[in-house]
T-cell receptor
Framework: DSGVTQTPKHLITATGQRVTLRCSPRSGDLSVYWYQQSLDQGLQFLIQ???????AKGNILERFSAQQFPDLHSELNLSSLELGDSALYFC????????????FGPGTRLTVL | AQSVTQLDSHVSVSEGTPVLLRCNYS??????LFWYVQHPNKGLQLLLKYTSAATLVKGINGFEAEFKKSETSFHLTKPSAHMSDAAEYFCVVLSSGTYKYIFGTGTRLKVLA
């Protein structure tokens, strides 16, 4: 158990809908990262937050957005969902968001029908 | 730009025989390198990390990796495979400029009884 929690574990929804994925980092970690894992794209970094501020952006679509709240939990919002958004979404956390290792949550499996 | 290449997408070994999973990296700076393991339908777990201290790094579950600057390699080894080692393994380089994780494409390890 990494100490990073994600909810929900599974999510099934329809095209065009909007969903919110939630992540709670390990106690004491200030940085949160979001990743998408799909069969064709592999593991892709989406976005990083550090202590409530966006720090780095990866291959995140404009339909997707994220935020980190004062209690350090984070939410990833996915809107206007398409079939291709079906994937495993991971959250990870780290102490400082610099040269330290990341600890991954169990993931949320999103299925768009 | 930093990158990482996992040379084998699939590796099969018999139980009790050595494991070798190959990873080459590209980096302008002294890199931070990691190996993660992902069991089916689970999150990623950190096996070990290299951050410019000892070149031979010992990790969990009997795994170790050797950083070889001259060969730009960071191969993962284990003397004796166990059935529970069957999983997907990811080599990761941490970009020193952006602090982003850059993942390899993964190596799926199969352990035969």
């Amino acid at each position: 158990d990494s100490g990073v929690t994600q909810t929900p574990k599974h999510l099934i929804t329809a095209t065009g809908q909007r969903v919110t994925l939630r992540c709670s980092p390990r106690s004491g970690d200030l940085s949160v990262y979001w990743y998408q894992q799909s069969l064709d794209q592999g593991l892709q970094f989406l976005i990083q937050y550090y202590n409530g501020e966006e720090r780095a952006k990866g291959n995140i679509l404009e339909r997707f957005s994220a935020q980190q709240f004062p209690d350090l939990h984070s939410e990833l919002n996915l809107s206007s969902l398409e079939l291709g958004d079906s994937a495993l979404y991971f959250c990870a956390s780290s102490r400082s968001g610099k040269l330290d290792e990341q600890f991954f949550g169990p993931g949320t499996r999103l299925t768009v029908l | 730009a930093q990158s990482v290449t996992q040379l084998d997408s699939h590796v099969s070994v018999s139980e009790g025989t050595p494991v070798l999973l190959r990873c080459n990296y590209s980096s302008s700076y002294s890199p931070s390198l990691f190996w993660y393991v992902q069991h089916p339908n689970k999150g990623l777990q950190l096996l070990l990390k290299y951050t410019s201290a000892a070149t031979l790094v010992k990790g969990i579950n009997g795994f170790e990796a050797e950083f070889k600057k001259s060969e730009t390699s960071f191969h993962l080894t284990k003397p004796s495979a166990h059935m529970s080692d069957a999983a997907e393994y990811f080599c990761v380089v941490l970009s020193s400029g952006t602090y982003k994780y850059i993942f390899g494409t993964g190596t799926r390890l199969k352990v035969l009884a």
